[in-house]
């Protein structure tokens, strides 16, 4: 689906979007290493493709690391790991970013959350704060043309769940999923390509799941007549 977009794709492995730039196969699709978690680095990144591209209209954040680790057992080193990355890397990239769309009275920043921080759970200690930083940029940003969104995830057939997800995890979040299956990279993609858009004008300060059902499901009698 091409919709005209110049894409800008950053990571701290820059293999990884060399690689996802060019399974795009477009001319207008650009990688750029940075670490999410220098303000600095991120600063630079941001400065860098104004400057090349004259305005920056969408910024959607996904960069994010996951540790599966209880409340007891998670260390200064893995909490400090995990803030750095996913909290701070989504307010060091959105303020950037806004500074910029400011000056045109316009744009679209769209952050990933995830299931786990508006339903919590076991091992999910450090989920959430997303959440929160959205709705205050939503606010703080609204009369300056710019809506702050996020997405929230459930259980999606990504590289990195592979490697999280055993068999009992992925019984476990089926059990609580109404479609009854793990949902995939585009059907978030897609999501995103919504609020990213113009017609989303109206919508800001939204957590929008993408999870099958997980949010809204309670007690479920699956296979049988209630």
Not at 9 to 20: F, P, S, T, V, Y
Not at 35 to 56: F, Q, R
Request: charged share 20%; glycine share 12%.
């Amino acid at each position: 689906m091409d919709l005209g977009a110049k894409i800008v794709i950053i990571d701290l492995n820059i293999e990884g979007a060399n690689e996802a730039a060019l399974k795009l196969c477009d001319a207008n699709v650009m990688a750029i290493q940075v670490d999410v978690s220098d303000p600095a680095d991120v600063t630079e990144m941001i400065d860098g493709v104004v400057a090349e591209y004259g305005k920056l209209d969408i910024l959607v954040h996904s960069a994010g690391i996951g540790i599966e680790r209880s409340f007891l057992e998670t260390t200064p080193e893995e909490w400090r790991r995990l803030i750095d990355v996913d909290l701070s890397g989504t307010f060091y990239c959105a303020q950037a970013a806004a500074r910029h769309m400011v000056e045109n009275g316009y744009g679209r920043i769209v952050s990933l959350s995830s299931t786990a921080g508006l339903r919590r759970g076991t091992g999910r200690t450090a989920y959430g704060g997303v959440v929160t930083l959205t709705k205050v940029m939503a606010v703080e940003l609204a009369s300056h043309g710019i809506t702050g969104n996020a997405l929230a995830p459930g259980a999606i057939e990504t590289e990195l769940v592979a490697r999280m997800h055993f068999e009992e995890t992925r019984r476990v979040y089926r059990a609580g999923i109404p479609l009854d299956r793990y949902g995939t990279p585009d059907e978030t993609a897609f999501a995103a390509v919504f609020l990213a858009s113009e017609q989303a004008g109206y919508i800001t300060g939204h957590v929008l799941g993408v999870d099958g059902g997980f949010l809204a499901a309670g007690i479920m009698y699956r296979n049988r007549e209630v």
